[in-house]
């Protein structure tokens, strides 16, 4: 059994007269902030007024890198080569970096946000290449990835310290991958049901599986996305049921 477990989310997604997520209030429950880097969604200010008020509630601050694509909230998968997407990912880092610092505060972590995510937890082409930026920019990064993909495994190999993550409001296949949110039942919205959820997982070393079985999942952190219209509770009902069971919620810096 863990004790002690991260609480995060994907913040700062807002884009001009768009607005997504309440980031001011889910910056008071989680311990970590995935900010977007205006790739799949954020605008310069609106990245600014996150990282300030990440500051204020010492939430530690990630790059959430993403593909070139504001149009598919970076959902779609692209056929990138290695020199682009490394520079795309160093591009996004220096950018955060930049306004974390005139924030007054520092990066630091990365965590690819979704087909990136996803592509690079089986694809070694792609997940070298984010490794590769991410060295290149600062080796003292760490990465954050889904638990038991192969990305973390190649990032641990080239010097990286690794994170992994596990989704509060995704369903799981029994082979401890993510249900495509192209299927029924892949996204989960009763916050009572996924606090349990992510109670068994640090309690048990896993959840049950969308088929009703059991399946491992080995996790330093919990995610629950910042633009689901029950985001708020659910980070909430999550941090509480697991305090009230004596585990520690804090960053993993």
């Known amino acids: 059994m863990m004790n002690i477990i991260d609480l995060n989310s994907d913040l700062g997604e807002g884009f001009g007269q768009w607005k997504m997520g309440d980031d001011n209030t889910m910056l008071s429950i989680v311990t970590s902030a995935n900010v977007a880097c205006g790739f799949h969604a954020g605008d310069p200010a609106g990245i600014f007024q996150t990282l300030k008020s990440a500051r204020e509630n010492q939430v530690i601050i990630g790059a959430h890198v993403s593909y070139p694509d504001l ?14 997407l490394i520079a795309d990912v160093i591009y996004q880092i220096g950018a955060l970096k930049g306004l974390a610092a005139a924030a007054g505060t520092t990066v630091s972590y990365v965590k690819p946000h979704g087909a990136l995510y996803n592509t ?5 082409y792609q997940a070298l290449a984010v490794i590769t930026a991410i060295r290149e920019v600062d080796d003292n990064l ?5 638990a038991g993909s192969k990305i973390l495994d190649l990032a641990r190999e080239k010097g990286l310290r690794t994170v992994a993550e596990a989704f509060a409001d995704r369903a799981y296949t029994p082979q401890g991958t993510l249900v495509s949110r192209r299927e029924k039942g892949s996204v989960l919205h009763d916050a009572n049901l996924v606090a349990r ?30 633009d689901s219209p029950d985001a708020v509770e659910m980070a909430r009902q999550v941090k509480l049921t697991l305090q ?3 585990i520690t919620v804090r960053s993993f810096i």
Not at 142 to 146: I, N, Q, T
């Open 71 to 84: 149009v598919g909230f970076g959902r779609r998968n692209m056929d990138v080569s290695s020199n682009e």
């Open 142 to 146: 760490a990465l954050v990835g889904l």
């Open 244 to 246: 009230q069971a004596g």
């Open 197 to 226: 959820r992510m109670l068994q997982l640090v309690t048990e070393g896993g959840v049950e599986a969308i088929d009703g079985s059991f399946t491992r999942i080995q996790a330093d952190s919990i995610c629950v996305h910042g």
């Open 120 to 124: 690079i937890a089986h694809d070694e």
